[in-house]
Nanobody, 119 residues
Framework: QVQLVESGGGLVQAGGSLRLSCAAAGRLGSIRTMGWHRQAPGKQRELVATITAISSTNYADSVKGRFTISRDNAKNTVYLQMTSLRPEDTAVYYC?????????????WGQGTQVTVSS
């Protein structure tokens, strides 16, 4: 069983910063991609940022230049450093891990952490 434990969400004023962390534990195969998605009230879940095993990154246009994704392969942990936060960044942020194991490709999701940006 694989568990993703997220931390770092909270309430921050516009222009502030937060750092999210997500640690993957359990019977993992080869972790290929790690990333963050978010879902605001009444909206569909959207990709925020991803990072591959060789640290190739991809960002949503709305967060480019403000958010930075990184990973520690030794700790199976992915981070999201968020700066210059805006009220429209308010959402539940979900960690995602894509791994290849005995069953082929498997997606894992965290429970979500709330990020609220006040104006």
């Amino acid at each position: 069983q694989v568990q993703l434990v997220e931390s770092g969400g909270g309430l921050v004023q516009a222009g502030g910063s937060l750092r999210l962390s997500c640690a993957a534990a359990g019977r993992l195969g080869s972790i290929r991609t790690m990333g963050w998605h978010r879902q605001a009230p009444g909206k569909q879940r959207e990709l925020v940022a991803t990072i591959t095993a060789i640290s190739s990154t991809n960002y949503a246009d709305s967060v480019k230049g403000r958010f930075t994704i990184s990973r520690d392969n030794a700790k199976n942990t992915v981070y999201l450093q968020m700066t210059s936060l805006r009220p429209e960044d308010t959402a539940v942020y979900y960690c995602h891990v894509g791994e290849v194991g005995g069953k082929g490709w498997t997606d894992h999701w965290g429970q979500g952490t709330q990020v609220t940006v006040s104006s």
